[in-house]
């Protein structure tokens, strides 16, 4: 079965400043697996869906997202979670938490997602470094990004469907918001 996660991109211009803030990462700390994807903001962690079940999520999305008012997203400086993930922080993130939970109810009334798929907190955040930094090399990149400085803002006017071909995440459909 096919499997998908939903997601928030940011502008181009920033995914590129956070394209090479992971290369960076890549380079002086080998943690490469954040530079599969490009910059998001998770809204649905990834999910399994039949093919036949493709169309009918196509239009359960259309349907959310044109309800969808765009919003801005500030984004500043860094975070951690524990001693293995980096991230880029966002501010005042109200607008995302309640898009989450919205698409979440959606979601749960139109398919049934596996527990696993699906969660009902979030903290939205844009993630630079994961599960491959490791223990031994988390010390030295956390410190040279906790004191960094970081901003930038966009608007968030659409949803993205992301899908897996087996070895690749693409971007697979936009859902533009009202």
């Not at 996660?5 to 890549?26: D, G, H, V, Y």
């Not at 975070?79 to 989450?100: D, S």
Request: with cysteine; proline share 3%.
């Amino acid at each position: 079965m096919p499997l998908y996660f939903l997601a928030i991109i940011p502008s181009q211009e920033i995914c590129e400043q956070i394209k090479l803030l992971k290369l960076e990462i890549a380079q002086k700390y080998e943690a490469k697996h954040a530079l599969k994807l490009p910059a998001h903001i998770t809204l649905q962690i990834p999910f399994k869906l039949s093919q036949n079940q493709e169309e009918r999520i196509i239009e359960v999305l259309n349907n959310f997202a044109k309800k969808q008012e765009s919003f801005q997203v500030e984004l500043k400086d860094f975070g951690r979670f524990t001693h293995k993930v980096i991230f880029v922080n966002i501010l005042r993130h109200n607008e995302i938490t309640e898009l989450h939970a919205e698409l979440q109810a959606i979601l749960n009334k139109n398919f049934n997602l596996k527990k696993h798929e699906s969660f009902s907190k979030i903290h939205p955040h844009i993630t630079l470094a994961s599960r491959d930094l490791s223990y031994k090399e988390f010390p030295g990149a956390w410190e040279d990004f906790k004191k960094r400085e970081f901003k930038a803002a966009f608007y968030a006017n659409e949803l993205v469907l992301f899908k897996h071909d087996g070895k690749l995440w693409h971007r697979h459909l936009e859902f533009k918001f009202n």
